[in-house]
T-cell receptor
């Protein structure tokens, strides 16, 4: 069965550079969530989109932005990267926002900021 | 605000022994509770979830969890651990967006 696809799987950037992470949800899923997991930390919710509109916002820095496109894929844009942005970034998708817990996670994109 | 506490950072269990991972939560309304497992460098896989009804829920890979409202707990159990169960386990609470605990790393000894 198709799963959530994230790209790239690994990314290395310098401080102050920009990075873009992409997430392709499971077919027919219309809701996308972004989570950030720092080294040895629990995943922290960043932002979510339902039907291409932002549905919820968590601890996403102002330097980050995200959007969901007409094909439901989502991109997380990170600018002015800092060392502390080094983390595993997970995308999850679900069908409909009224589906508690039915989140399917991708394998994550590991960002390393040098 | 909702929160999740997993009091054990690491747990070591002998292969074949039983396992219980603790989870306590704080949530303003009826909690939706989940357990996820994460192998090194991998994504999060849902083991089981509780929304309502029977307080003992069965999950994949032989895991089960019991919701105890009076204790605000949702402990994960497995009667006999296999070496392949070694991973990090996260308890989470929420509806569509989830709040995770800090995780418990399970080590399995021969």
């Amino acid at each position: 069965a198709a799963g959530v696809i994230q790209s790239p799987r690994h990314l290395i950037k310098e401080k102050r550079e920009t990075a873009t992470l992409k997430c392709y949800p499971i077919p027919r899923h219309d809701t996308v969530y972004w989570y950030q997991q720092g080294p040895g930390q629990d995943p922290q919710f960043l932002i979510s989109f339902y039907e291409k509109m932002q549905s919820d916002k968590g601890s996403i820095p102002d330097r980050f932005s995200a959007q969901q496109f007409s094909d439901y894929h989502s991109e997380l844009n990170m600018s002015s990267l800092e060392l502390g942005d080094s983390a595993l970034y997970f995308c999850a998708s679900s069908f409909g926002i009224q589906a508690p817990g039915e989140l399917f996670f991708g394998e994550g994109s590991r960002l390393t900021v040098l | 605000a909702q929160s999740v506490t997993q009091p054990d950072i690491h747990i070591t269990v002998s292969e074949g022994a039983s396992l219980e991972l603790r989870c306590n939560y704080s949530y303003g309304a009826t909690p939706y509770l989940f357990w996820y497992v994460q192998s090194p460098g991998q994504g999060l896989q849902l083991l089981l979830k509780y929304f309502s009804g029977d307080t003992l829920v069965q999950g994949i890979k032989g895991f089960e969890a019991e919701f105890k409202r009076s204790q605000s707990s949702f402990n994960l159990r497995k009667p006999s651990v296999h070496w392949s169960d070694a991973a990090e386990y996260f308890c989470a609470v929420g509806y569509s967006t989830l709040t995770f605990g800090k995780g418990t790393m399970l080590l399995v000894s021969p």
